[in-house]
C-alpha cells in the first residue's frame, strides 16, 4: 500500500517557525518529485513549493519565498517543509504530493494534510 504522512502542524505565533514532514512508504520515494500544497478555507489549493528527485532543484511560490525552505532525505523517504517567520495567511492545511512523469504517464500521491493555525 503507497502511504504519504504529514506531520509537524500545530498553532504557532506570528513570527513563529514549524517543520513539517512527509514521510512515503509503498513506493520508490527517489523516482518522485514532491511538492507542498496549501489550502485554507474558502481558498484554492496552492502550490508552495517543489523539489526534484535528488534535491537538486527548488521552486517555491511568491507568497513564501525567503520565508521557506524545502528538503528531502531520500534515506529515510521524508521530504520537509520548513516554515519561518509565519503570517496568518500562512494558516492551512499543508499536503504533501510525490508525483512522477515517464514518457506520457505520469503518477501521483497525496498525503492526507496537516492543519498549520497562525495565530496571537
Known amino acids: 500500500q503507497v502511504h504519504l504522512v504529514e506531520s509537524g502542524g500545530g498553532l504557532v505565533q506570528p513570527g513563529g517557525s514549524l517543520r513539517l514532514s512527509c514521510t512515503a512508504s509503498?513506493?520508490?520515494?527517489?523516482?518522485?518529485?514532491l511538492y507542498w500544497h496549501r489550502q485554507a478555507p474558502g481558498k484554492e489549493r496552492e502550490l508552495v513549493a517543489t523539489?526534484?528527485?535528488?534535491?537538486?532543484?527548488?521552486v517555491y511560490a511568491d507568497s513564501v519565498k525567503g520565508r521557506f525552505t524545502i528538503s528531502r532525505d531520500n534515506a529515510k523517504n521524508t521530504a520537509y517543509l520548513q516554515m519561518n517567520y509565519l503570517k496568518p495567511d500562512d494558516a492551512a492545511v499543508y499536503s504533501c504530493?510525490?508525483?512522477?512523469?515517464?514518457?506520457?504517464?505520469?503518477?501521483?500521491?497525496w498525503g492526507q494534510g496537516t492543519q498549520v493555525t497562525v495565530s496571537s
Open positions: 504530493q510525490a508525483r512522477r512523469v515517464l514518457g506520457q504517464e505520469a503518477n501521483s500521491y
Open positions: 509503498g513506493f520508490t520515494f527517489e523516482n518522485y518529485n
Open positions: 523539489i526534484t528527485r535528488y534535491g537538486g532543484s527548488t
